[in-house]
């Protein structure tokens, strides 16, 4: 898609030190170096508080988007752009759809309906931290030249579909 080859231009042609290093930084929000302690513990503190259904919805949220992530990917075998330089090392995986992306988008999705059970009154807050955090991955993962811009609204929609069904389910 044109589109998806003239936002990594883009993306290229605006690239700054202070931005080299902060999107380095931001993309590990949605590694599951990151993610998957962070969810033991908060499923492990929310079963304490006697709140399993939310500490299912976590962890099935979390592991089950990644589990279909990883499986469109080695179905859709994408390659990775190669429009300009890319600034981390390449993943091992094909391109889509985002695996970082539907991760943090995921963990955040189940954390933002995680709250709004539990705390009603932060809803705000909440979600503007999701859409926060969702954004700053997805872009990150286009800076850095990894992902398609496709592949990081593929990796949203993906997380998305999966939470609400997550919901359902547990």
Known sequence: MS????????AAAHRSEALDTFFRGVTWLGSL???????????ALLGYFQKRWEA???????GGATLLV???????ARPRPAVGERLVPLPWDSSFPSAHTT?????????LVIILRIWPHWWIVAAVATIALIVLVGASRIYLQVHYPS????????AGVWIALAQRIF
């Open 33 to 43: 170096y990151l993610l998957v302690p962070l969810a033991l513990l908060s499923a």
């Open 70 to 76: 990883h499986l469109i990917k080695l179905i859709s």
């Open 56 to 62: 299912s919805l976590l962890i099935a949220g979390l």
């Open 3 to 10: 589109w998806d080859n003239d936002i990594l231009l883009f």
């Open 103 to 111: 991760q943090i988008a995921a963990f955040t999705l189940c954390a």
């Open 151 to 158: 592949d990081v609204l593929a990796g949203i929609v993906l």
